[in-house]
């Protein structure tokens, strides 16, 4: 039998068949009337998985172009606070200073959770800023910040608040006017089930009245924002990733944004009881906020390398292994989107064969059944 | 019976299914070793499809993108000259301009073709230029033209030459070893044969060597060729389109380029033929350069806009207006890649039978017969 395939790690995600049959569809021309129609409903899904009226700028690009939008958009002369605290938010970094920002780099360890209190006492000593960058979901650790009181904190002092959801929208809360975000970047190939290749960036009147020129031609909110008024897009946009990203949007607001976050809270618990029942420790926080993906320490004498490298060659599932200096030390499991609770366990159970087969001290046949009883009870009360 | 439909754009184009079919593929990792074979097998395609040894980089992104990138990584500071006669060419002004360009700016009428004596006496009179910007097929006009010539007026006077080749790529010859070329961007959706969402420069070591920092995060070549070198991407890449890339460039050298060059310069003689049968001025010259679409005025007392949604009202069928201020004045019929006769045959039908409606002056019943004897002789003495 050809191997099946298994893609666990947090980005790119599976993508359910509907999406993909869509993907198969003939192409469509953007400014055609067929277009236009599917055009207007997807940006209408947008606002409503961003919890938004604001526009919803779209670019055909990764995630990180909708990022470096809103660092060439807001960043020129401007004071900016970046939060960071791992791959993701010093990304936000690179891109506010190449952009002209006077930067001021609030870092965190790797792993660690961001405090709204510590960036409001940064803040305060700075005499307030002009925006400050937060992450969402910082995918290389696992960390699900709340954003909602670090935006508050921001919003304090007068700060306009970016927020990298790339790997969050849609699998954990978000609310971009209720919480009074001003630039929510995030990107087709996370939770919104589609395959890589669209950014978003909703963008508030406030952000888009900033007046700041644009440093990109590309990434220009302005004109986009103009263009999308007319239902148009400023250059020829991934007419069939749309088409694909409409019916995964219309899956996930089928379900209900609210089901879809409890699901997700129910895969992190299965995913941390599974992973403790193996005898492993976590490096991704053991809270229901950290439900978009399960970090673990690889054991002791065992490089997560090879256990990245032993799932694909035993089973043909992907994995992730850490990033920058975590490389070798941890490994990630996703569970972003069209997830069930048997990826999960198909996940655990492969993991469990190839370190017990690296020799690694695992506790064996117990993660499934962990994992199976983590999911099992509803995360919040009906 | 649902509407048939009909896409003769000179842009998105019509997609080969075996093309949409690979894109319904379930999604890989971008870092998987299933992935970077295709990735490999594409990158090389790509090459060959450029005539060129040096690093094709690919952006996901739309064909402007791989434009900007160009500027954002060569134009700081940089004494730049752009050759424009169209929409396109005025492109370039706008992103040499936001780099940071000492620009000057050489305009043509919309509709002329550039020349390049022209270029030498310029260059000559400014004491030669940085970059030369170019473009070789005028998407706006039709107009294709001699990038050889104008590449050897900018080399003479030391200066980098960058074209933009996206809707000519694979449709008429580009030589870009060669010639000389030292950045070329282009796009998935034009004879690339592929959906909206690929935009690839090609760069030489001497445009690399140059030495500008990057402008931009998303589109640094730098970071870009490091991570192709290493068969990685610095950012999540839009695998199901490289996949399907991968798919449509086997195609277009299983064909052979220089069979696909003869196949459009035949197809541009029947469009030609078809449309002067029926009475019909030209707007894009009658030359067999002029392969990759073919611009017509809109008869007396006739708005092209009115052919547009005629067209499209009774047949299905998806045709370009004019841009800019030829709109309502010309319309554009594309014929890049995957295009055949009964292509150009069905799209005159539809013309003809839409401008009769409109009451327009036309021969009936030519142009249909006049395209077919002109696709009939091969383009060039075997």
Redesign the interface.
């Known amino acids: 039998m050809p191997e099946k395939?298994y893609?666990f790690?947090p980005?790119?995600?599976?993508?359910p068949p509907q999406v993909?049959?869509a993907?198969?569809?003939?192409?469509?021309?953007?400014?055609?009337?067929?277009f236009r129609v599917i055009y207007e409903r997807c940006l209408a899904r947008l606002q409503a998985v961003y919890r938004t009226g604001a526009d919803v700028l779209l670019?055909?690009?990764?995630?990180?172009?909708a990022m470096?939008s809103a660092?060439a958009n807001l960043c020129d002369g401007a004071r900016a606070v970046v939060v960071s605290a791992g791959a993701f938010g010093e990304r936000w970094e690179?891109?506010a200073a190449?952009h002209g920002a006077e930067l001021e780099a609030m870092r965190y360890e790797w792993g660690e959770t961001p405090r709204a209190d510590d960036l409001a006492s940064r803040l305060a000593e700075l005499g307030g800023a002009d925006v400050v960058f937060l992450t969402q979901s910082e995918t290389s650790t696992g960390v699900v910040a709340d954003v909602q009181a670090l935006a508050a904190a921001a919003k304090e002092h007068g700060a306009l608040v970016v927020v990298d959801a790339i790997s969050s929208l849609g699998a954990v809360p978000l609310e971009m006017d209720a919480w009074g975000l001003d630039a929510v970047a995030s990107?087709s190939?996370k939770a919104l089930m589609t395959?890589?290749?669209l950014a978003m960036c909703a963008v508030s009147e406030q952000a888009l009245g900033a007046g700041r020129p644009s440093?990109?031609?590309?990434?220009d909110w302005e004109r986009t924002r103009a263009a999308q008024a007319k239902l148009d897009a400023?250059?020829?946009?991934?007419?069939?990733?749309i088409v694909a990203l409409d019916v995964a949007l219309g899956m996930l607001l089928d379900e209900g944004l609210e089901a879809a976050f409890e699901r997700h809270v129910r895969l992190g618990r299965a995913c941390r009881a599974g992973v403790k029942a193996m005898g492993l420790e976590l490096f991704s926080p053991d809270e229901d906020r950290s439900a978009v993906v399960t970090a673990i320490r690889a054991p002791e004498g065992v490089d997560s390398s090879d256990v990245v490298a032993g799932v694909?060659r035993h089973f043909g599932m992907?994995i992730a292994n850490g990033q920058g200096h975590l490389k070798g030390r941890i490994f990630r499991l996703g569970h972003i989107g069209w997830f069930d609770i048997f990826d999960i366990t198909t996940a655990l159970a492969a993991v469990e064969l190839v370190l017990a087969e690296l020799g690694a001290d695992v506790e064996r046949g117990a993660a499934v059944t962990a994992a199976l009883e983590g999911f099992e009870h509803q995360a919040t009360a009906p």
């Open positions: 395939k893609l790690t980005g790119p995600t599976p993508v993909l049959a993907l198969a569809e003939p192409v469509l021309h953007h400014r055609g009337a067929d670019f055909t690009a990764s995630g990180t172009a470096e660092g690179k891109i190449l990107g190939q395959p890589p290749g440093r990109s031609f590309y990434l400023p250059f020829t946009p991934a007419t069939s990733l694909r992907t």
